[in-house]
């Protein structure tokens, strides 16, 4: 088992519409759980932390997280064309980020 | 914003040539960097963690003679990828924390090995 899983996609998205991520995290003991997006041929870039259960709203952005559940997830509102990336679900484990696979996401005009 | 830069961006060797990349922090100091490697359609893999002052830590299967890390300040780390070869040929992304949880990741090297 992975110890970061996400859907690969690609997540198809209208513009305007909501893009919905999920992630989940095998270590019970993660504390710390971050998104970021990356672009084709870019470094990732950090979008989203969350440390606590519930929601975190950022702009256009809110981080979910359920540690019960070991989920965590990402909501994007109003999407945009600019918003068309890869987003990477990273977990902190003993001082080491683990990342997801990515999901990809198409925001269709 | 936390800022790290990377130098070169894009380099192309030809194998059995070694190459040096360098990681800053601009606008805080580093305690940790981390190095990571990203092949095309994959995630992050994690090399090694470099603290200052001390010797990198790396991730199983990742080989120490071969990507020599040193962490000689708060605000700079290099990799030397030894003896490269075509299998070498990656995204090079370095990362720095300055102790908090989060981790700022610079813009990345490709490296080419022909």
């Known amino acids: 088992q992975k110890e970061v899983e996400q859907n690969s996609g690609p997540l198809s998205v209208p513009e305007g519409a909501i893009a919905s991520l999920n992630c989940t995290y095998s270590?019970?003991?993660?504390?710390?759980f971050f998104w970021y997006r990356q672009y084709s041929g870019k470094s990732p870039e950090l979008i989203m932390s969350i440390y606590s259960n519930g929601d975190k709203e950022d702009g256009r952005f809110t981080a979910q997280l359920n540690k019960a559940s070991q989920y965590v997830s990402l909501l994007i509102r109003d999407s945009q064309p600019s918003d068309s990336a890869t987003y990477l679900c990273a977990v902190l484990v003993w001082g080491k980020l683990q990342f997801g696979a990515g999901t990809q996401v198409v925001v269709t005009p | 914003g936390a800022v790290v830069s990377q130098h070169p961006s894009r380099v192309i060797c030809k194998s059995g040539t070694s190459v040096k990349i360098e990681c800053r922090s601009l606008d805080f100091q580093a305690t940790t960097m981390f190095w990571y490697r990203q092949f095309p359609k994959q995630s992050l893999m994690l090399m090694a963690t470099s603290n200052e002052g001390s010797k990198a830590t790396y991730e199983q299967g990742v080989e120490k003679d071969k990507f020599l890390i040193n962490h000689a300040s708060l605000t700079l780390s290099t990799l030397t990828v030894t003896s490269a070869h075509p299998e070498d040929s990656s995204f090079y992304i370095c990362?720095?924390?300055?102790?908090?949880?989060?981790?700022?990741f610079g813009p990345g090297t490709r490296l080419t090995v022909l």
């Open positions: 990362s720095a924390s300055s102790g908090l949880n989060e981790q700022f």
């Open positions: 270590d019970r003991g993660s504390q710390s």
